[in-house]
């Protein structure tokens, strides 16, 4: 099974691209035996999706993006991708990646606040579940090979141990981590199936230019724009609980890195290590504005109380860690929202 898998990974490789495949097999490109490659981006007019839209069209891949454009916006969409506006609950997004034959699937689109999870939980598990299966099959179908943006805050909940490794039992809490850990385990038993390789990439608080400023999670950026339009910042409760809070350049690299990895299955923390709490996030914004906002203190919410994840596996496996400390990151964001907005 695996071996027939391997050898329709490569045809459908070499049929899709037009490139002849590197000579050590359908994945684990290096900057040596870089070759260009079809790949699809679902949710790739949103914050994350675009930028690893930006990449991939930066090394000369051809990248089609999917998206509803429920969240995402179209001048995000790098002009060398075709956006295609579907949904990828519609089996016309399955269609598509099933013609379009792409060597990777990077699946970013989702419902994904968590605060609608739990109003809406048959609505999160028909986007989440049922439209990332969709994305699944058929990437399956293509030969493709999958990388899965998963969450690690909302993985583990609460846990003694901090960094939180990859062995800590997933005891998600949220409907959304749910479905986030569900579709982990229908790629791994896709994998055992033979029918697909993937890495999972289990995200931090990922900040950075684009992100949305309007929804009800993404402090950063609601910070930075609350600053930049006079308006008084709301910390929730005293501020105290804590993130791994990670650059967006970092997690393109991850996603670059899991592409090029000879890994065949994997799931990985894509995070800092590191926490930080809400309000030396705010002190580092005000002083990258050179802002005199005050806070004000919110009702706190019933949320996670401290999140840090440990991504050793990712450095020993994809040779990957992050590399933007926070002052750093959000020095660059703020200044992106000022010039932005
Ligand atoms: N931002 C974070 O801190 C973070 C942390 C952990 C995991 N993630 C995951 O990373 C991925 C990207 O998140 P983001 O922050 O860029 O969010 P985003 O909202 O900016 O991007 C998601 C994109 O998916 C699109 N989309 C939503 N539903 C869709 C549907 N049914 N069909 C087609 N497209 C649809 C939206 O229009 C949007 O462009 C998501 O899967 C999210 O769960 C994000």
């Given at each position: ?109 989702a419902q994904m606040s968590v605060a609608r999870s739990v109003r809406e939980p048959i609505f999160d598990a028909?986007?989440n ?21 998963s969450t690690g805050g909302a993985m583990y909940g609460d846990v003694d141990i901090l960094?939180t490794?990859?062995?800590c039992r997933p005891w998600p809490v949220s409907p959304y981590g749910v479905a986030k850990l ?20 289990r995200y931090a608080n990922v ?5 949305n400023?309007h929804g009800e999670a993404g402090v950063v950026a609601i910070f ?9 910042p709301v910390i929730n409760g005293d501020g105290r609980q804590t993130r791994d809070y ?29 926490q930080a709490d809400v309000l030396t996030v705010f ?12 806070a004000e203190h919110g009702p706190a919410r019933p949320e996670q109380r401290t999140s840090a994840l ?32």
């Amino acid at each position: 099974m695996r071996h027939l898998h391997v050898e329709r990974c490569a045809a459908a490789r070499e049929w899709s691209s037009g490139f002849r495949p590197a000579p050590r097999g359908p994945i684990g490109r290096t900057a040596l035996d870089f070759i260009p490659v079809r790949v699809v981006v679902t949710g790739g007019a949103g914050f994350i999706g675009s930028h690893i839209v930006d990449a991939l069209v930066a090394r000369g891949d051809e990248v089609a993006v999917i998206d509803d454009m429920s969240g995402g916006r179209e001048e995000n969409v790098n002009p060398g991708a075709t956006l295609h506006r579907l949904d990828i609950v519609d089996p016309a997004a399955a269609d598509l990646i099933r013609s379009f034959k792409p060597a990777a699937v990077f699946h970013e689109a989702a419902q994904m606040s968590v605060a609608r999870s739990v109003r809406e939980p048959i609505f999160d598990a028909k986007v989440n579940v049922l439209g990332g299966l969709n994305v699944v099959e058929a990437a399956a179908d293509a030969g493709a090979r999958f990388v899965f943006a998963s969450t690690g805050g909302a993985m583990y909940g609460d846990v003694d141990i901090l960094p939180t490794p990859e062995t800590c039992r997933p005891w998600p809490v949220s409907p959304y981590g749910v479905a986030k850990l569900a579709l982990e385990h229908y790629l791994h038993s896709f994998h055992v199936q033979g029918r697909i390789d993937y890495i999972s990439l289990r995200y931090a608080n990922v900040y950075g230019p684009r992100q949305n400023p309007h929804g009800e999670a993404g402090v950063v950026a609601i910070f930075a724009l609350a600053m930049l339009e006079g308006r008084t910042p709301v910390i929730n409760g005293d501020g105290r609980q804590t993130r791994d809070y990670i650059d967006v350049s970092d997690v393109v690299a991850a996603n670059l890195a899991a592409l090029d990895s000879k890994e065949r299955e994997g799931v990985f923390n894509i995070g800092t290590g590191r926490q930080a709490d809400v309000l030396t996030v705010f002190d580092v914004l005000r002083r990258s504005l050179g802002s005199k906002a005050e806070a004000e203190h919110g009702p706190a919410r019933p949320e996670q109380r401290t999140s840090a994840l440990d991504s050793t596996l990712a450095a020993e496996k994809l040779g990957w860690s992050a590399r933007v400390d926070l002052e750093t990151g959000l020095a660059a964001t703020a200044t992106w929202f000022r010039d932005h907005r």
